[in-house]
T-cell receptor, first 112, second 110 residues
């Protein structure tokens, strides 16, 4: 049963530290999404890749967030420097189109 | 008006009840619509697509009303296991926007 994996599952860090979250999409999926979920804002799309190329990262604060796909089996989301308002659950999802997305279990980030 | 709106609920219903949720969207160029289900502290999972002609999957029926710009999800014969948050997703043509609603919480009680 193929699944999207994300690491770490939980991360607690201090304000100002760099945070890197990793995602392994399902083999064969060429579309990868990064989302952030909070109680206040719900699920927000941060960035979206197809065939490793970024198609849309308009939802991402550019000054501190960056997303990359160094290869087809790894997507990363980096926050530098982190702030308390970045505390959220970060989900990665993959699919062959935008229409059917398989979500990973998420990374629960707490910035103190 | 927010891009995608859902009543947050919770909707409290007894087992066996029929319950319906709506999701309204503001972008008339929206082209594709979906319902996802999210259990507490878990990831969202695709429940069903929403087609113009409406579609049914067992106890679940999804409808699209383009004129009034909303989609609906009807659950018949509710089960305890249906308790979850139901998220609608609206995608505009060319993927220029992909927006999740904040979800509607359903609680089914014995």
């Amino acid at each position: 049963d193929a699944r999207v994996t994300q690491t770490p599952r939980h991360k607690v860090t201090e304000m100002g530290q760099e945070v890197t979250m990793r995602c392994q999409p399902i083999l064969g999926h060429n579309t990868v999404f990064w989302y952030r979920q909070t109680m206040m804002q719900g699920l927000e799309l941060l960035a979206y890749f197809r065939n490793r190329a970024p198609l849309d990262d308009s939802g991402m604060p550019k000054d501190r967030f960056s997303a990359e796909m160094p290869d087809a089996t790894l997507a990363t989301l980096k926050i530098q420097p982190s702030e308390p308002r970045d505390s959220a659950v970060y989900f990665c999802a993959s699919g062959t189109t935008a229409y059917e997305q398989y979500f990973g279990p998420g990374t629960r980030l707490t910035v103190t | 008006r927010k891009e995608v709106e859902q009543d947050p609920g919770p909707f409290n219903v007894p087992e066996g009840a029929t319950v319906a949720f709506n999701c309204t969207y503001s972008n008339s160029a929206s082209q594709s619509f979906f319902w996802y289900r999210q259990d507490c502290r878990k990831e969202p999972k695709l429940l069903m697509s929403v087609y113009s002609s409406g579609n049914e999957d067992g106890r679940f029926t999804a409808q699209l009303n383009r004129a009034s710009q909303y989609i609906s999800l009807l659950i018949r014969d509710s089960k305890l296991s249906d308790s979850a948050t139901y998220l609608c997703v609206v995608i505009s043509s060319g993927y220029s926007t992909l927006t999740f609603g904040k979800g509607t919480m359903l609680l089914v009680s014995p």
